[in-house]
T-cell receptor
Framework: KNEVEQSPQNLTAQEGEFITINCSYSVGISALHWLQQHPGGGIVSLFMLSSGKKKHGRLIATINIQEKHSSLHITASHPRDSAVYICAVDADKLIFGTGTRLQVFP | DTAVSQTPKYLVTQMGNDKSIKCEQNLGHDTMYWYKQDSKKFLKIMFSYNNKELIINETVPNRFSPKSPDKAHLNLHINSLELGDSAVYFC??????????????FGEGSWLTVV
């Protein structure tokens, strides 16, 4: 069992839909990162969380330290949001989830 | 200016060759990393340097040797390349080592194909 589990693995949505990607972890952490990877491209850091909630544009990330769970929400999804979203926990080294492939169709 | 830049972006080479991937960051960060993304897109830490000193060295074959000439550079040299080394290698940097809860900045990745 991976120390960082993401769900779902794959997600398709219609433009405008509300998206939720979940991340659960089993180790002690100092922070949790949400990353975005476009096809053939590099990796961009979306959020770093150690508690509570953060919002950036249409993206919202939440974390519950007691339950060892985080969610990434995308409101009013758009085709340009299509990418792989990766959860990574900072446990003295980054431990990555397997990623969630999101495809948003017009 | 690209914050974390790595070269080459694409590399195709034969088994048994020796190759290097270079990485430079212009963010003034103290810590740099090499990550490997396998064919299933799973990312894993390989090495981490803080102020030119090795602080994380995961279970990586000793054919892989990182070198940090200064804080802004972390190069990855691979000897006797094998088919299983084919992967995407990402360089990254942060102000302080992981564990301190810093934002990590990634390079664009280097696609290595061993034939």
């Amino acid at each position: 069992k991976n120390e960082v589990e993401q769900s779902p693995q794959n997600l398709t949505a219609q433009e405008g839909e509300f998206i939720t990607i979940n991340c659960s972890y089993s180790v002690g952490i100092s922070a949790l990162h949400w990353l975005q990877q476009h096809p053939g491209g590099g990796i961009v850091s979306l959020f770093m969380l150690s508690s509570g909630k953060k919002k950036h544009g249409r993206l919202i990330a939440t974390i519950n330290i007691q339950e060892k769970h985080s969610s990434l929400h995308i409101t009013a999804s758009h085709p340009r949001d299509s990418a792989v979203y990766i959860c990574a926990v900072d446990a003295d080294k980054l431990i990555f989830g397997t990623g969630t492939r999101l495809q948003v169709f017009p | 200016d690209t914050a974390v830049s790595q070269t080459p972006k694409y590399l195709v080479t034969q088994m048994g060759n020796d190759k290097s991937i270079k990485c430079e960051q212009n963010l003034g960060h103290d810590t740099m990393y090499w990550y490997k993304q396998d064919s299933k897109k799973f990312l894993k830490i390989m090495f981490s340097y803080n102020n030119k000193e090795l602080i994380i060295n995961e279970t990586v074959p000793n054919r892989f040797s990182p070198k940090s000439p200064d804080k802004a550079h972390l190069n990855l040299h691979i000897n006797s390349l094998e088919l299983g080394d084919s992967a995407v290698y990402f360089c990254a940097s942060s102000q302080q080592p992981t564990g301190a809860g810093n934002t990590i900045y990634f390079g664009e990745g280097s696609w290595l194909t061993v034939v």
